[in-house]
């Protein structure tokens, strides 16, 4: 046994070794090290979009808390936070809930509520669009403003007296906010006419940022996940840091101490604020991402992945020339540069780390809706770097240099490298297993899986010191994964909804789980998996949603004499009360009696499961469906078997997440692959989570939950 364990990570290793080596003996790689060291960047990633695969992706160095760069760490988004605030405005565009031309001071204006009559100076500030906040026409200028960059403006008048000092003048005790600085601003002089001229304004993406929030009537950072991160599979971009590594670089400093050591350690503002103050600089420079997303971004832009955010409409809006500029050969687009060849790129900031987003042929691809290039012809690319560097390189110019100097990119795709704990093949089959998936993050990561063709076969919500997490078996199958729909947190209402709609499309929901979350107004949501034509068309399909466990056993017992089998049986308690969640279904009726066919059982502890396996084992039955609860501190399971003929399986219980990897990697040469795992809580505090797992030879086509 030591020598097939120690065979099965030796193949892994190699995999991993050789995907590796691919990538990093690129010229791309080179340059990009390179180009780390020699302008003294502390660390970085990047990522290159060649057709529809993520062809190379890479990070070098260490984080501002001298930990490892690796390609999925997360760092400051610079200016691609305005794109996302630009894409989620221009979302809200198309589906006709605003326009550009909308002022957004106006009578009407959806920011109207800020002004107050005897506060307005200058008159113009009510011509101003919404158009003029997405191409920076809004009338702010930094670079002559006597007020600099309103949102920096504690720090800017730190050692600066030419620099009006808005805190002074509002006489505040505290620190700036959102509103103190709109309050302020709406008392000065525009720099110059709105529409007129285009100059980056981060007050103006301040204020884009609460256009969205009043016209969704939801937070900024709901509005951007659910209109751009959710629909483009970002499962790693947040607001404010995706994790603390240890303590927070300027946390509990005061100003003069961090514009101290942001001058020693070539930082920037904007770094201390995205860290530290996120919500001040939410919709201009808030966001962290890391290189996947930023790339899957890209393919959500061009259509690259089966899926486009916006409409041919929608992205000549956000194309389109300026007036004020008829000749030029480049301008401010909505959020982007953009140039006449129909390339698109992130503009530099001042006081942000440094980022480059650039994609080259959106105009083709917009156009022409297709990739025409060939499989060495870079589509798209990101670099992003924490703080400034040592040397301030061109770095739009310096990344195209090291992007054509590359002839031969590796034709693996890693768009799924980050979507797995592992990644499992046997014969045609391709599995990736993901034990713990933030629930806030689910939605995102499962329209990531979908974007790679892997169809969900099995998922799984759990809880664990106060928190709601995701178990993801996912296998590799085109056509499923284009007919599948899996949402997480759904509540009731919005379970009941999504059906509803997509039953008009012809999908059936195969799969519910009812669960407890602590990201949720609503304690009880829902798991929802949804496939095209699962059902045969003479089935019928009843479904039940918490129902009490008494009267759910007698309604089982009752369909099953009818012909109805047992497809789900979710199990959540409500204090004392145990609730069912189920699907059963009936067919033509060739299976006259199911309950010889089909057996259920319910509020099982660990012991009386571990009984319920062996004893169905040596019945030639298999399991179909598990599912845990949490009851008093202790976990209770419901489990539905079915005979079949022909089985070979294996279970267990009490996994923690690294037995669970081993197990499957072991297992996997045996002719094993994970069919069910399930995470559960147990009394003792000091413990992780633990799962149960169910494996078994494929004998027969699984296509849906």
């Given at each position: ?317 956000m194309l389109q020339k300026p007036k004020y500029a008829p000749d ?80 031969h990119w590796p034709t693996i795709n890693s768009f799924v490298d ?288």
């Amino acid at each position: 046994m030591g020598f097939f364990k120690c065979s099965q990570l030796w193949i892994l290793f190699l995999v991993v070794f050789v995907r590796s080596t691919e990538a990093r003996g690129t010229k791309y790689g080179v340059a990009f090290r390179s180009l780390m060291d020699e302008n003294g960047y502390k660390g970085g990633a990047t990522g290159v979009l060649v057709g529809n695969r993520l062809a190379y992706v890479e990070g070098y160095g260490t984080t501002l808390t001298d930990h490892m760069m690796e390609a999925t760490t997360v760092l400051p988004a610079s200016g691609i936070s305005k794109i996302l605030t630009a894409l989620t405005a221009l979302k809200l565009i198309q589906e006709g809930k605003m326009y550009p031309s909308d002022k957004v001071f106006g009578a009407d204006g959806a920011l109207s509520h800020l002004v107050e009559k005897n506060v307005v100076k200058d008159n113009r500030i009510f011509d101003i669009t919404v158009d003029d906040l997405l191409r920076h026409s809004g009338g702010w200028d930094a670079d002559i403003s006597k007020i600099a960059d309103p949102v920096f403006n504690e720090f800017l008048v730190d050692g600066n007296q030419h620099i009006v000092n808005i805190s002074k003048e509002l006489k505040l005790k505290k620190a700036l906010s959102q509103e103190d600085i709109i309050k302020f601003m709406l008392t000065q002089d525009l720099d110059f006419t709105p529409g007129t001229k285009s100059s980056v304004s981060n007050y103006g993406y301040l204020l884009l940022g609460r256009v969205i929030e009043q016209v969704t009537n939801e937070t900024y950072a709901v509005a951007v996940k659910e209109d751009v991160l959710v629909n483009c599979g970002m499962w790693h971009t947040r607001l404010g840091p995706h994790q603390t590594e240890g303590n927070l670089p300027f946390k509990g400093k005061k100003t003069r101490e961090i514009n101290a050591q942001l001058r020693e350690k070539h930082q920037v503002i904007g770094e201390y604020y995205a860290y530290i103050q996120p919500h001040l600089v939410d919709s201009g420079l808030g966001w962290f991402t890391n290189a996947y997303d930023v790339m899957r971004l890209a393919q959500c832009i061009d259509g690259t992945a089966d899926y486009m955010l916006l409409n041919a409409t929608t992205i000549d809006l956000m194309l389109q020339k300026p007036k004020y500029a008829p000749d030029a050969t480049s301008w401010f687009g909505a959020g982007f540069m953009v140039h006449e060849n129909g390339a698109v790129w992130v503009n530099d900031e001042t006081h942000a780390p440094d980022v480059v987003f650039l994609h080259k042929n959106l105009q083709r691809f917009h156009l022409k809706r297709e990739y025409t290039g060939d499989e060495n012809d870079p589509v798209a690319w990101t670099l992003l770097f924490e703080g400034k560097p040592s040397i301030d390189a061109p770095l739009k110019q310096l990344s195209r240099v090291m992007i054509e100097s590359e002839t031969h990119w590796p034709t693996i795709n890693s768009f799924v490298d980050d979507l797995y704990d592992r990644l499992l093949s046997m014969g045609s089959s391709t599995k990736v297993i993901k034990l713990k998936i933030e629930e806030h993050r689910a939605n995102q990561f499962l329209i990531a899986l979908k974007r790679v063709e892997f169809n969900v076969v099995w998922v799984n919500a759990y809880t664990h010191d106060d928190g709601t997490f995701i178990t993801v078996i996912a296998e590799q199958d085109p056509k499923a994964s284009r007919e599948c729909v899996a949402l997480a947190g759904l509540p009731l209402r919005k379970l009941v909804e999504r059906k509803l709609e997509l039953e008009e499309e012809g999908y059936n929901i195969t799969f519910i789980q009812n669960y407890k979350s602590f990201s949720h107004r609503d304690s009880f949501v829902f798991i929802g998996v949804f496939h095209k034509g699962a059902f045969r068309n003479d089935s019928h399909i009843l479904y039940g949603i918490q129902h009490f466990d008494r009267p759910y056993k007698t309604l089982l017992s009752l369909y099953e004499e009818k012909g109805f089998k047992p497809l789900v049986q979710s199990l959540e308690y409500n204090r004392d009360d145990a609730l069912l969640t189920f699907i059963l279904e009936a067919d033509s009726g060739n299976e006259k009696d199911q309950k010889e066919i089909y057996s259920s059982e319910m509020d099982l502890n660990e012991a009386r499961l571990e009984r319920a396996v062996q004893k169905y084992a040596k019945q030639q039955s298999r399991l179909i469906y598990l599912d845990a609860s949490n009851h008093r501190g202790r976990p209770k399971f419901s489990a539905l078997f079915k005979k079949s003929r022909k089985t070979t399986w294996l279970f267990s219980l009490g996994q923690t997440p690294e037995q669970i990897l081993d197990t499957v990697t072991e297992k996997q040469k045996e002719g094993y692959l994970p069919s069910v795992i399930v995470g559960y809580s147990t009394s003792k505090k000091s413990t992780g989570p633990k799962f149960a797992i169910y494996l078994e030879k494929p004998t027969e086509s699984k296509r849906f939950l």
